[in-house]
């Protein structure tokens, strides 16, 4: 059963400002689902609807079995929210203790558990430090450990890397594919799509308020029967061969050519023929496109729409 399912979620504000337009989502259980858009294309919106934070106009979810809202799977879900300002006169430790309290954690749990989490995220030596001395990143990964302080099944992050430089982001990233591998749920947010290609098992494209794409990462970015070929440093790729055997190249620069495969044709035809002129292969992958360019080419197809 899916731990997050909507129908069809519709979302105006003030009557006026369509931010979500019937959006149908599917999270299963234990995987990391990426909710991609530029900014204002409406995934905070949608996080909150999940929440019970914003209602919809229109349209159903549920999550872990529960309609949105509900208060019983509170205690299940951790959430990161964007922009979050936390109230600055408290330490790093004393927002946690806070915010454990609050869940109803008991005292020597709490301590226990706070301590761990600000070393993962490499808060410990500071969490005894005020919030207001924190960086842009600190605060973030400060989030991120009151997301996950009570041990979530299932953890909303809103850009939990917005501010963060490359090695946070790095360290965000393993701490979130170790939760993956304890079998947590991830649903995150983001607009730095090659950030999300990394972890995400699945995606789900928002432009202005509609669903454009949902799928399998790996599904989606590979480009059907074209491959990127290279050989060892100062051979020559053999085009003309290629082609006269009826094979498609085309060369990308740096010594990197494309080979494009029609009907009953194997790429492992161009490998032998390869070898069989001597020459050596450094390189062979199936074509992938970025999320980036898929986005790119989904947002200027909506834009050539009437
Ligand atoms: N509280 C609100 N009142 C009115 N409009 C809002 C509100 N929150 C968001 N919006 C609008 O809804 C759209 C989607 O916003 P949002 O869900 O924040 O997108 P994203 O998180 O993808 O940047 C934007 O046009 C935004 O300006
Ligand atoms: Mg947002």
Redesign the pocket.
């Known amino acids: 059963m899916a731990v997050i399912e909507t129908d069809r979620l519709t979302?105006d504000?003030?009557g006026?400002?369509?931010?979500?337009q019937g959006v149908s989502i599917a999270v299963q259980p234990g995987e990391i689902y990426g909710?991609l858009?530029?900014?204002?294309?409406?995934?905070?919106?949608?996080?909150?609807i999940l929440l019970g934070i914003?209602k919809p106009t229109q349209g159903s979810g549920h999550l872990l079995g529960q309609p949105v809202g509900s208060l019983a799977i509170r205690y299940r879900i951790g959430y990161l929210p964007?922009d979050h300002r936390f109230p600055d006169y408290h330490t790093g430790f004393s927002l946690l203790d806070f915010y454990g309290a609050l869940l109803g954690m008991p005292r020597r749990k709490r301590r226990q558990r706070i301590g761990e989490w600000l070393d993962r995220v490499g808060l410990g030596p500071r969490m005894h430090g005020k919030i207001r001395t924190y960086s842009k990143g600190m605060k973030q990964r400060l989030g991120i450990a009151q997301a996950l302080l009570h041990d979530p099944e299932l953890v909303f992050l809103?850009?939990p890397t917005d501010g963060v430089d490359p090695v946070g982001r790095r360290e965000i990233r393993e701490i979130l594919l170790d939760l993956k591998r304890r079998g947590k749920t991830i649903f995150l947010?983001s607009?730095l799509l090659s950030e999300v290609e990394k972890i995400c098992d699945r995606v789900g494209i928002?432009n202005?308020?509609h669903l454009v794409l949902q799928g399998d990462v790996n599904d989606l970015t590979r480009v059907a029967d074209c491959f990127e070929l290279r050989l060892a440093r100062g051979q020559v790729f053999p085009a003309e061969t290629l082609k006269s055997r009826g094979f498609r190249v085309k060369p990308l620069g740096d010594e990197t050519w494309e080979v494009f495969l029609s009907d009953g044709q194997r790429i492992d035809e161009v490998v032998d023929s390869i070898r069989a002129a001597g020459l050596s292969l450094r390189y062979l992958a199936e074509k992938r496109l970025s999320l980036e360019e898929i986005l790119m080419n989904l947002m200027d197809m909506q834009e050539r729409q009437p």
């Open positions: 979302k504000y003030s006026k400002i369509r931010a979500l909710l858009g530029v900014n204002g294309a409406g995934k905070t919106t949608l996080v909150k914003v964007e809103d850009e947010n607009h928002l202005r308020g």
